[in-house]
């Protein structure tokens, strides 16, 4: 199957500052991809490249197999055919509902124009607010016609910049599962970038991760949560605690927790490692590896408790566990670690 979406080798710069190297990645038609990464790692710049409203560096990128950028060429943001929803919904506040989806529309015969509008209010249930104004709607409900109105024109491509960070937690995670399923009904692919790991893991058929510049790893969500390319994509994509050790050999690495196997064979014995692990690595009870740690503080959270420990070096992690355990602070537990990701440092 041909890409929907090919960036390769792209560089991004403002003036002298380079924020973006050699990212690569192909996006599949009717696939949604979300961009993860810290504040400031460039995820905006790299939707503006695609969109069209920040030039290249270096390398290219091709919509459906013709160049939008690169090559000498670029084709200008009215030509790309890509929709694109901002954070702040950008809706005209003069306009209603449906006078603000059917802006994109206004080369359509009245009547076709009219039933795309009907479709869209429905797809996004907005229907019975069609006459309404932007201020008269809820947050999540100006999301919705934010998307509906980008979705209208029947886009290539849809762009998503931190749609839904201006909403709550709860409301957030609903309106990502929501916004794939309308996705789906359009078969339209997507890329949304977030700074949510649950939302892009609840959206996304693919997850990018921007650190220090680079496109660290771009895959499936399941293997960037099993299988991270490295210790900061670990970071990104999930809670843990990173400890230092040094590989002693067969797939073993000595930390501050005792002598712990690891999922991945190592290098040099001796050799500096970086251990990260992740609550359900950190297993209580007795047990040959296991060492003694000290329970400083727990918050009950139903179902479970937030505890963190401190390890015989001193140094303090923090791990969410059943609620069946009933560590009290003050007391000493047996504590070891089972198969966590280590990385070479
Ligand atoms: N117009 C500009 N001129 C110069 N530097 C800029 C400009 N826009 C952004 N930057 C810088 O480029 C870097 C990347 O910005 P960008 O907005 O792409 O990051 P981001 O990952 O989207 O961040 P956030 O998650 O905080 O929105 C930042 O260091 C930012 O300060």
């Known amino acids: 199957m041909q ?20 990212v690569s990645f192909d996006l599949q038609p009717g696939e949604i991809a979300c961009l993860l990464g810290p504040s400031g790692c460039g995820k905006t710049t790299l939707l503006h490249a695609i969109a069209g409203f920040q030039p290249l560096a270096r390398g290219a990128i091709a919509l459906g197999g013709e160049t939008l950028t690169g090559n000498g060429q670029i084709v200008p943001p009215e030509q790309r055919h890509i929709g694109v929803v901002f954070q702040d919904y950008a809706l005209f506040p003069h306009l209603t509902v449906q006078q603000n989806i059917a802006f994109g529309l206004r080369a359509l015969p009245h009547e076709e124009r009219a039933s795309r ?10 229907s019975r607010h069609a006459d309404q ?11 919705r016609v934010a998307l509906a109105r980008a979705l209208a024109p029947k886009p290539r491509l849809l762009l ?10 709860e409301l957030r995670r609903s309106l990502a599962s929501e916004v794939r399923h309308i996705l789906r009904e359009e078969g339209i692919a997507a890329l949304i970038v977030t700074h949510d790991r649950s939302e892009a893991f609840v959206a996304g058929d693919k997850l ?12 499936t969500p399941h293997n960037l949560y099993r299988a991270p390319a490295n210790g900061a994509v670990a970071r990104i994509v999930s809670d843990g605690n990173l400890l230092r ?16 196997a690891v999922r991945d064979q190592g290098s040099e014995v001796g050799s500096p490692v970086e251990v990260f692990a992740r609550s359900e690595d950190l297993v209580p009870g007795e047990h040959d590896d296991a060492v003694t740690v000290q329970v400083v503080s727990k918050s009950f959270l139903g179902n479970s408790a937030l505890y963190c420990f401190r390890l015989p070096n001193g140094r303090t992690i923090e791990a969410t566990l059943s ?6 602070p003050g007391s000493e537990i047996p504590m070891r670690l089972d198969s966590p990701l280590a990385f070479p440092r």
């Open 245 to 260: 050790g040094k590989w002693i050999g067969d797939g073993w690495v000595e930390t501050a927790l005792g002598r712990v």
């Open 117 to 126: 509008v009907q479709e869209l209010l429905s797809l996004v249930q907005l």
């Open 208 to 219: 990018g991760v921007l650190a220090d510049g680079h496109l660290q790893q771009w895959d």
């Open 133 to 143: 104004y932007p201020h008269q709607l809820s947050g999540g409900q100006q999301q």
């Open 160 to 169: 998503m910049d931190e749609p839904f960070s201006n909403l709550d937690t």
């Open 323 to 328: 609620s069946e355990y009933r560590f009290e």
């Open 3 to 22: 890409s929907l979406l090919q960036v390769t080798d792209a560089e991004c710069r403002y003036g002298d500052k380079l924020i973006l190297e050699s």
